[in-house]
């Protein structure tokens, strides 16, 4: 038996050239970094929607609390988890009962969002009468490391209705 040996020509052989190769791996990083951005976006958007959910039942706990215990609750925001805050960022919220000032309940902020309350009141005061409410104003979550700015604002009424609305407001740290 005999091998037979093709002697090795330029035109028989297939394969890629460098420049191809160059051109493909660029175009592949290009795709990677696209969809470690989509990615990375989204999961900002999860984290902002879960807390503003959290935020939104949180409301609705103080709300029926001071509805079956007949007394006023306050929700506020707080650095430490104790006491209530003037103005500020929100690392904890804070639903205490007025009456007996005692913390009903507490949720620690997510550390990489800041929430902030803008209203007519430093906090949410809910009394067990409707009409006594003081509550108009916007709750704001954001995420300070979003590439864009994202946000969810929790817009509360007079008389204690809360609608969610999707912001593209600059986020405060401070």
């Known amino acids: 038996m005999s091998l037979h040996c093709r002697p090795i020509n330029a035109h028989t052989q297939k394969g890629m050239s460098l ?76 639903v205490i009962d007025t009456h007996t000032r005692t913390i009903i309940t507490r949720h620690a902020v997510a550390d990489s969002l800041a929430v902030s309350w803008k209203g007519f009141r430093s906090r949410l005061d809910f009394n067990p009468t409707p009409w006594r409410q003081a509550l108009n104003g916007r709750l704001t979550i954001c995420h300070p490391d979003a590439p864009e700015a994202q946000a969810y604002q929790l817009i509360i009424n007079a008389m204690g209705r809360v609608r969610t609305q999707q912001s593209s407001r600059e986020c405060t740290t401070s």
């Open 19 to 94: 420049i191809s190769s160059i051109i493909s791996l660029v175009c592949l990083g290009l795709l990677l970094s696209a969809g470690l951005s989509s990615i990375s976006s989204g999961h900002h958007q999860r984290l902002l929607l879960t807390e503003s959910q959290s935020l939104k039942q949180l409301i609705t706990t103080a709300k029926q609390y001071s509805y079956s215990e007949q007394h006023p609750v306050t929700l506020c925001g707080s650095r430490d988890g104790t006491v209530c805050l003037k103005q500020g960022i929100w690392q904890w919220a804070l």
